[in-house]
């Protein structure tokens, strides 16, 4: 079965701490997608990343920086000197060979000043 | 300049009554999407559209129509309104393939009285 476990349902750092974010996921495809999306508190859900099965090489975008790990079935999403503003709900998704995407039930992150 | 622009933002109604969301994309995408969003932050497809056909139809109440006049807008329809439909829908599009992910729109809050 498909499935994607973001087993944090919510951490709280101080602001500029580093912080990781857990994903792990199940499928019997061979090729597959990985995705991070942000939830900030205004609502809306923003793309971050993607990431296709054949790909390992860890990504660095600024502050934030993505550990592909296939033999663990692993996704991770670290954030660097963490920021407020940073603070939003942060979901992990895969896409199976439907191309239907299978929800992470998502980590709240708080960064307190 | 929106991408994926969905009308009304905020929705307030009575039980019982019939309400309809509106998503618009200017991305020149094939495919969208309904998605909602409960009070625990879970997101659950709902349908899917592409190029104006149902591809997926999620075990929805049929009180939920969706309706596609083409592929750049997908309506929801929603009729005889219960306190559990409140939630926030989002609208979303892509390419067929989603492999670039999916873009979301800002989300309806609908709250029913």
């Known amino acids: 079965a498909q499935k994607v476990t973001q087993a944090q349902t919510e951490i709280s750092v101080v602001e500029k701490e580093d912080v990781t974010l857990d994903c792990v996921y199940e499928?019997?495809?061979?090729?597959?997608?990985l995705f991070w999306y942000k939830q900030p508190p205004s609502g809306e859900l923003v793309f971050l990343i993607r990431?296709?099965?054949?790909d390992e090489q860890n990504e660095i975008s600024g502050r934030y920086s993505w550990n592909f790990q296939k033999s663990t079935s692993s996704f991770n999403f670290t954030i660097t000197a963490s920021q407020v503003v940073d603070s939003a709900v942060y979901f992990c998704?895969?896409?199976?060979?439907?191309?239907?995407?299978?929800w992470g039930a998502g980590t709240k992150l708080i960064i307190k000043p | 300049d929106t991408a994926v622009s969905q009308t009304p933002k905020y929705l307030v109604t009575q039980m019982g009554n019939d309400k309809s969301i509106k998503c618009e994309q200017n991305?020149?995408?094939?495919?969208m999407y309904w998605y909602k969003q409960d009070s625990k932050k879970f997101l659950k497809i709902m349908f899917s559209y592409n190029n104006k056909e149902l591809i997926i139809n999620e075990t929805v109440p049929n009180r939920f129509s969706p309706k596609s006049p083409d592929k750049a807008h997908l309506n929801l329809h929603i009729n005889s309104l219960e306190l559990g439909d409140s939630a926030v829908y989002f609208c979303a599009s892509s390419l067929r393939t989603g492999r670039n992910g999916y873009t979301f729109g800002s989300g309806t809050r609908l709250t029913v009285v």
């Open positions: 990431r296709n099965s054949f």
């Open positions: 998704a895969l896409m199976d060979s439907n191309y239907q995407l299978i």
């Open positions: 499928t019997r495809d061979t090729t597959y997608y």
């Open positions: 991305l020149g995408h094939d495919t």
